[in-house]
Nanobody, 115 residues
Framework: QVQLVESGGGLVQTGGSLRLSCKVS????????MAWYRQAPGKQRELVAS???????NYFNGVKGRFTISRDNGKSTVYLQMNSLNVEDTAVYYC?????????WGQGTQVTVSS
């Protein structure tokens, strides 16, 4: 059974930083194409960043240059370093596969950016 456990969210001021973690179990993590997503109140869930098994990254929805996705295959964990946060980044953040049939979503981690 696949489990996705996100952590690291919190309340920060505009311009602040947070580092999110997602511990993954139940899949062959080292070959998984992983991603971070977010869902703001009243909005659809959207893709934020992705990372291939080889470490190639892509960024979406205005986060390029501010967010960095990385992975530690030995720990089966994917990270999202978020810098220069602004109020529009306020959302629940989730990790999951970047493509294919996705397992059930985890509980996510809340990120709230205050002005």
């Amino acid at each position: 059974q696949v489990q996705l456990v996100e952590s690291g969210g919190g309340l920060v001021q505009t311009g602040g930083s947070l580092r999110l973690s997602c511990k993954v179990s139940g899949i062959s993590f080292s070959v998984a194409f992983m991603a971070w997503y977010r869902q703001a109140p009243g909005k659809q869930r959207e893709l934020v960043a992705s990372i291939t098994r080889g470490g190639s990254t892509n960024y979406f929805n205005g986060v390029k240059g501010r967010f960095t996705i990385s992975r530690d295959n030995g720990k089966s964990t994917v990270y999202l370093q978020m810098n220069s946060l602004n109020v529009e980044d306020t959302a629940v953040y989730y990790c999951n596969l970047a493509a294919g049939t996705r397992p059930s979503w985890g509980q996510g981690t809340q990120v709230t950016v205050s002005s």
